[in-house]
């Protein structure tokens, strides 16, 4: 196959060799949003647009979708743990990487993290998943 790539400049057309076309990978950003994710409600959650209590996966066909197109998902807050949150705010982001983690598993989509934190702790890293 070929690519090609057109300039409106000059109206001028330019057809590349395969070889010289190089692969581009895509990544979806899902935010980390861990707080009020130990309720029933999720209450951050679906202020975010992300459908995700009372029985909804709400990144179910986030995942499905980037399967099906073959995107990449980076996910934030995988640095930090449930103890370093205070306990009325409900945190969760053990519990949402977890979930992440499965979805991404059952549709064969490539996962990564970011760092939001410097976390230097050993507390960190989403662990039990």
């Known amino acids: 196959t070929t690519a090609t790539a057109t300039t409106t400049d000059a109206n001028v057309t330019t057809t590349l060799s395969p070889s010289l076309v190089a692969p581009v ?6 935010a980390g949003i861990h707080w009020w994710f130990m309720t029933r409600c999720h209450a951050a959650e679906l202020t975010a647009g992300y459908f995700n ?19 990449h998902v980076t996910i934030t807050c995988i640095e930090m743990s449930d103890e370093q949150h205070p306990l009325e705010a409900k945190c969760g982001p053990q519990g949402l990487l977890r979930q992440l983690r499965l979805l991404g598993s059952k549709y064969g989509v490539q996962l990564s993290g970011e760092n939001a934190l410097a976390v230097f702790s050993s507390g960190g890293g989403g662990g039990g998943g």
Do not use: F, I, R, W
């Not at 909804?56 to 995942?63: E, H, R, T």
């Open 25 to 30: 990978n895509l990544s979806l950003k899902l």
């Open 53 to 71: 209590s009372q029985g909804q996966n709400g990144y179910d066909d986030v995942m499905s979708l980037c399967a099906h197109h073959q995107v």
